[in-house]
């Protein structure tokens, strides 16, 4: 056997033993821990189905991550990926009940389909994650920009900032939502 | 993933303003052109612009920024920070009132809580029963000196045990509006928009506004009184076995308007029930499960002849027939 053959068949070893311990380190974190966080999350949430749901979650996050083996707490691992799902769980509720709140009064037939409404929510529940941490006036800045189609010296006006303020705010605020979404 | 390289992604994100500003020249243009030709990465990067940009094309704007505004206030970030205490909150679960007008973050703070729709009833550690209404949130602190039930949000109904402590701890209500105190007794507390609301169901409870300076009264069974972080509002009788009948799951109405009683089933349901004001003012009597409220929604447009909309199974409308 040739010594390039030799490593490649090392190799093959060394990713079964890896895989081999992956899956029994979920497993692991899984039986150990499942019932624990279901009762966490109902503490947290109420026994709805939202827990069961979000349990789930947090259990395919916990499969998608590269490298288990650093794990030393793990209830404080999964508390930590389970509240950030709940973090954004309860953004879109909230975002869901102000959407739902603003057409409820729209005509009958100016009512978005049930599709746009799940759109609509959808879309801006992203929007109001990718915002999040920037301060309110490049928050506002921005917003303007995209939705109204402000110029930059109206909103300058508004803010009763520089047009070149404008200009960074803007700027800014693009760079935040693409380190958000990246 | 691959790596950003913020380099590029800065010069990206200038040319975007630069480009959409209304001045762009052409010359700018080409140079803009020029400039993503001249490296894979400024590609990129124009690219992940164009991901964030386009998010927003074809969004209604009035509607988009209400929603989106709807619990950003300028002078608040405070929601930032709860955000980044929140890890600390847990640890400290008894930490307490600073992040209380946070709306959305309640959630993290409750000891129990209940979903929409949802009635359950908890034994706290002196034996003292504590039933949480629909989308309720309370915290508990218990001490040596005291036995405190936060009121987050909703609806409780409380009775209180006999004190086993060899100190007599209060047993006292927090709402945002004020502290209920229990002389030894049956009474329900519920959060409304901008004022709490007790009723006694047996012996008395004596009510303080948080910035009432001191003022206090004292509520007896049958009673209901009304207040807000000031003051309080004129005691008030009210209907004892309708008020209660929530913790068996029913709402009891005795001539109420229709539009009150959408608003009070609306609470054990998710979504919006709305109501033309044509029939806002019909009047109701009866007793409704508020475990199935669509069949109670149903059974109120028959008995009043009236016709429900429905555009989704989030937006029901009730309608002159």
Request: glycine residues 4%; hydrophobic residues 40%.
């Amino acid at each position: 056997m040739s010594t390039a053959a030799l490593y490649q068949e090392v190799d093959v070893c060394n990713v079964n033993t890896i895989t081999q311990t992956r899956d029994s380190l979920i497993t692991e974190l899984y039986q150990s821990h499942n019932s624990w966080l279901m009762g966490w999350l109902c503490k947290k949430l109420g026994c709805s189905f939202d827990a069961a749901d979000l349990m789930q979650d947090t259990f395919s996050r916990v499969l998608q991550k590269d490298d288990l083996s650093n794990i030393k707490e793990p209830r404080a691992y999964l508390t930590t990926i389970a509240h950030g799902l709940m973090v954004n769980h309860v953004r879109r509720r909230d975002i869901e009940a102000a959407y739902l709140d603003e057409i409820a009064n729209l005509p009958q037939a100016e009512a978005p389909s049930p599709e746009t409404i799940n759109i609509m929510i959808e879309t801006l529940t992203k929007i109001d994650e990718m915002l999040d941490g920037l301060p309110s006036k490049i928050r506002n800045a921005f917003l303007w920009f995209q939705l109204e189609g402000l110029t930059h010296a109206q909103i300058a006006e508004r803010l009763s900032v520089s047009v070149s303020s404008v200009r960074q705010y803007i700027a800014k605020a693009l760079l935040h939502c693409i380190t958000m979404t990246s | 993933m691959a790596q950003l390289n913020t380099k590029a992604l800065r010069d990206a994100t200038n040319w975007y303003v630069q480009l959409t500003s209304g001045e762009a020249t052409d010359s700018d243009r080409a140079q803009w052109k020029a400039w993503i030709n001249a490296d894979p990465e400024h590609k990129f990067a124009w690219q992940q612009v164009e991901e964030v940009t386009k998010t927003f094309i074809g969004l209604n704007s009035k509607t988009s920024i209400a929603v989106l505004n709807r619990s950003y206030t300028p002078a608040s970030s405070t929601r930032r920070q709860v955000l980044k205490n929140l890890s600390l909150l847990f640890a400290f679960s008894s930490a307490g009132w600073i992040t209380y007008k946070e709306k959305p973050w309640y959630h993290f703070m409750a000891d129990y809580t209940t979903a929409k729709g949802e009635i359950q009833t908890f034994r706290l550690d002196d034996g003292s029963k504590l039933v949480l209404n629909t989308d309720t949130k309370v915290s508990i602190h218990f001490d040596e000196q005291i036995r405190r039930v936060r009121l987050l949000q909703g609806e409780i109904y409380v009775e209180t045990a006999q004190e086993t402590n060899p100190v007599y701890r209060p047993f006292i209500v927090q709402t945002m509006h004020g502290t209920v105190t229990a002389l030894g007794t049956r009474f329900s507390t519920r959060i409304y928009k901008n004022r709490s609301c007790v009723n006694v169901f047996e012996d008395a409870v004596e009510v303080r506004p948080i910035d009432g300076l001191g003022d206090k009264v004292v509520v007896n069974a049958g009673e209901e009184v009304k207040f807000t972080s000031m003051l309080f509002q004129q005691k008030m009788l009210f209907d004892m076995s309708a008020a209660d009948a929530w913790t068996k799951g029913f709402i009891i109405v005795d001539n109420m308007p229709l539009a009150k009683v959408i608003d009070e089933l609306s609470r054990y349901r998710h979504g919006v029930v709305r109501c033309d004001p044509a029939i806002a003012d019909l009047e109701i009597s009866g007793a409704f499960p508020i475990t199935d409220v669509d069949a109670a929604l149903l059974s109120i447009a028959k008995t009043l002849s009236i016709r429900i909309e429905s555009f989704t199974p989030f937006l029901v409308m009730f309608k002159p027939a």
